[in-house]
């Protein structure tokens, strides 16, 4: 039997493997581009576009926020010099955190401080695992109601990473992403509370919202004291320039839209 030129002798006709192979690994890379794709929003070029996943609400006012806690040798302290101020905030807190420090959940509330949702754990999104992030932030949301009695209605992701993923879960959990417009970089062993304000003050506008640390569960040791150290100069900034400083409940920027449920 006679063979076609260029084609080797018991070679089935069709695609070469390098093409084969391609084929075989196109799904999955897909698959990986469409979870990590709008993670992109963390850029500020791209925020900037997003006003309100920003955070950007009403021109005379900042959302002063805080990741990462609750955690009972910092929080408190946070809570102290809000009350010094005069000022409450947005508070993200973590699901584990919050079954472990109820304590600590309960007194940020019973001062008039806004719990909000910044997941379950402090994870890293990288792989695909959509039913794992409805039911991490699920978990996180109900821990919130449970103990306190109020819906949050915010989310920030760990690390400000949106995967599809997590805008799912938010999703299917009520709550709005909110990200940020100006923080404090005060995750850094070098942080003070010179290099906070420096920091939060270069990217802050009226309508901003401000990203500081109540805790350095994920940070360097010790390095909460500098955003504390900061939270005087960043408010009596805020107030010197005719803006006033409060949560994201009074900022202007709407909630999600509840889901419907089936009666």
């Known amino acids: 039997m ?20 391609a084929a075989v690994l196109t799904p999955p890379a897909a698959v ?3 979870h990590i794709a709008p993670a992109a929003t963390w850029l500020p ?3 900037r576009r997003l006003p309100r996943l920003a955070g950007v609400g009403r021109p005379g006012h900042v959302a002063l926020t805080f990741d990462d806690g609750p955690d009972p040798g910092s929080t408190p ?38 719990l909000a949702v910044h997941g379950w754990s402090h994870d890293r999104p990288w792989r695909p695992a959509p039913a794992d992030d409805v039911r991490a932030l699920l978990r996180a949301a109900g821990a919130v109601r449970e103990l306190t009695g109020r819906c949050p209605r915010w989310y920030r ?3 400000g990473v949106l ?20 923080w404090g970089r005060d995750w850094t062993a070098g942080a003070t509370p010179a290099s906070v ?6 990217g802050l506008r009226g309508g901003g919202t401000v990203l500081l640390h109540d805790t350095d569960r994920m940070s360097a040791p010790g390095c909460w004291r500098a955003a504390l150290g900061a939270l005087p100069g960043i408010v009596d900034g805020c107030r010197d320039a005719g803006l006033s400083v409060g949560p994201l409940a009074e900022h202007g920027v709407p909630p999600a839209v509840p889901r419907s449920r089936s009666r």
């Open 2 to 21: 006679s063979t076609s030129p260029g084609r080797s002798p018991g070679r089935s006709p069709g695609r070469s493997p390098v093409r084969r192979a």
């Open 45 to 47: 070029v791209v925020r």
């Open 32 to 34: 990986a581009a469409a």
């Open 197 to 202: 304000c420096s920091a939060v003050a270069a």
């Open 77 to 114: 302290c946070f809570l102290d010099a809000l009350e010094a101020l005069g000022v409450r905030a947005t508070f993200f807190v973590l699901g584990d955190s919050v079954v472990r420090h109820p304590s600590v959940v309960r007194e940020t509330v019973r001062r008039g401080h806004e």
């Open 157 to 159: 992701p760990p690390y």
């Open 163 to 182: 995967t599809s993923g997590r805008w799912a879960a938010a999703r299917a959990a009520g709550l709005r992403p909110v990200l940020w417009t100006a």
